[in-house]
């Protein structure tokens, strides 16, 4: 039993060396981002809450001035981050540019969408912390305005009564509407305003909203633009007040505290002055900002070249394939493009991954129809199988790219491919670029390039007759390849075992495209049955992520 537990545990111990083997970058980064949040808003707690110019905002307000202040230079730091992992021009750029970023470093670039929504996180977390800590301050400055408040607060609170004073509690008189008030400012209108867009945008980013309707989600991430501006002039209010320099050299805070009857008599503690401070959030975002007005200018600009559809294909299982040529169009395999037709949306772009080769003439993709927007391209083209021979008479596309992703460094390993289909009928289109690629490869003689593995894993008993029927042919029944096909799922351990076995002391990359429990499966045999030792055996897993 102890030894039981002993290996258990050894086990265990393996598997968590794996993982930080495998995703040591991303976690360093995670670390990274979680330690510039909490050394911002721990240092900017402090400082509001010693700074002597902020004394007496702190008798007013208390603890609430800092924790919303230091909230929100948190919240900045996120909004000027959150707009860098969608910049894909900037991403490839990194991608083919930096010497740093080869080989396995260079995966971690794929995980730019789980970064961009860990930053949501904190934009999410921050922005109600800042909410939450400003009603607060809201509701003591009215407070400080009743007959109850007496003392250094409600003197505090009567300044700017009288001419030559400056106010440091903008509610007036106990009598005002808080709601009101706040939402005849600058700071109440746009905060509003920032929290509908954010609420908006983080709703709609769901998964259940994403498969229910892309274009939901598609069009309510576009109130980002509503949420920079409205961030960029949030400050200019300035409901928020401290001591000015010049007062805080007249009037010495320590002394006049406690004498704030005198303050109109006294020469030692004249009338304290206060003002708001500058806004800064627009300097946090501007640069990011910039920089995505750049990217989009180059996907506008990309969006005006002309593309000529050569070729439509309608294949079964709901499969579009569309061949295409675009000057100075160069590819690399792996890459995917962007694709928009604006005869069904003029704002929508949607990701495919390049499936022709680079030294073909043309681009091509497949598109499979999963959705409302590949329902009515594949509506639009109405793909008959032959060559178009009036490209006019088709629909308008617009392309973008081409991007690096994953699958860029596919073939930097040896390439071993598992296609997994519930119906036979969903290989049909593949087996065309199976049957090409098998044809060419062994006129080449690199049959030992490319190892794959068929799966099937639906069947009727009329299939399974004729499977067994024509099984000792030279080619596969269904696919018409020469590997034939099995029938079932894989069993990935005696498939990562297998490949383990083969390639010792190697690093073999695991690239997914697929649904999410096939991705939690691969990434965990990715753990197993990498090695703890450096000299040994390491799978590195990918997740193709547009």
């Known amino acids: 039993m102890k030894e039981r537990i002993c290996q258990q545990q050894e086990r265990k111990t393996v598997m968590m060396g794996c993982w930080m083997l495998n995703e040591s970058v991303s976690v360093v980064l995670a670390l990274s981002w979680l330690g510039v949040n909490l050394y911002l808003f721990i240092d900017t707690f402090r400082w509001y809450g010693e700074e002597e110019s902020f004394f007496y905002t702190r008798v007013i307000l208390g603890s609430t001035l800092a924790w919303a202040r230091a909230s929100a230079v948190c919240l900045n730091f996120n909004c000027m981050l959150i707009l860098l992992p969608i910049s894909r021009n900037l991403i490839s750029f990194i991608r083919g540019a930096s010497i740093c970023c080869r080989g396995p470093w260079r995966r971690h670039l794929d995980k730019n969408l789980k ?16 909410i939450a800590a400003h009603l607060c301050n809201l509701e003591r400055y009215h407070l400080s305005q009743s007959a109850e408040a007496d003392g250094l607060l409600a003197a505090l ?8 004073e400056s106010y440091i509690n903008p509610i007036r008189t106990s009598h005002t509407n808080t709601t009101t008030e706040l939402l005849s400012t600058i700071a109440g209108i746009t905060g509003l305003l920032i929290s509908l867009a954010l609420i908006l945008i983080m709703t709609s980013s769901t998964e259940f909203i994403r498969q229910i309707s892309y274009e939901l989600f598609w069009y309510t991430h576009h109130m980002f633009i509503i949420f920079f501006i ?5 400050g200019a209010g300035r409901i928020v007040r401290g001591q000015t320099p010049e007062s805080l050299l007249l009037h010495n805070v320590t002394f006049c505290r406690d004498h704030y009857a005198e303050w109109q008599a006294a020469a030692q503690c004249p009338v304290p002055q206060f003002s708001g401070k500058e806004p800064s959030a627009w300097k946090w975002v501007a640069g990011p900002v910039v920089l995505y007005a750049c990217e989009r200018v180059i996907r506008f600009w990309r969006f005006q070249q002309e593309v000529v559809i050569t070729k439509v294909v309608s294949h079964p299982s709901g499969v579009l394939e569309l061949h295409m040529k675009k000057r100075n169009f160069k590819m690399a395999p792996g890459q995917y493009v962007l694709l928009q037709c604006p005869s069904i949306s003029s704002l929508e772009w949607h990701p495919f991954t390049l499936t022709s080769a680079p030294q073909e003439d043309f681009f091509s993709v497949h598109i499979r129809t999963a959705g409302d927007w590949t329902r009515a391209l594949r509506k639009a083209f109405e793909a008959e199988g032959q060559a178009i021979k009036e490209p006019r008479s088709l629909p308008r596309l617009a392309v973008d790219g081409p991007f690096g992703a994953a699958l860029t460094d596919v073939f930097h390993y040896p390439v071993y491919f598992y296609w997994i289909c519930r119906e036979p009928s969903a290989f049909e289109w593949f087996a065309d670029l199976l049957l090409s690629l098998e044809t060419r490869m062994s006129e080449q003689g690199k049959t030992h390039l490319l190892s794959y593995h068929i799966f099937l894993t639906s069947w009727d008993e009329n299939q399974a007759i004729h499977i067994a029927l024509h099984w000792d042919e030279n080619t596969d029944v269904i696919t018409g390849l020469k590997q034939k096909t099995f029938y079932g799922r894989p069993n990935w351990n005696n498939e990562f075992r297998q490949i383990a076995y083969n390639h010792p002391s190697s690093s073999i990359g695991v690239f997914c495209c697929g649904p999410k429990a096939l991705s939690k499966t691969l990434q965990r045999m990715c753990r197993v049955y990498s090695s703890a030792d450096p000299r040994g055996v390491h799978f590195y897993y990918n997740k193709e992520s547009f």
């Open 115 to 130: 970064f961009h929504k860990l930053v949501a996180y904190g934009i999410a977390i921050n922005a109600t912390i800042h």
């Open 230 to 234: 409205s961030l960029s002039i949030h």
């Open 157 to 164: 609170s009567k300044l700017g009564n009288t001419p030559n």
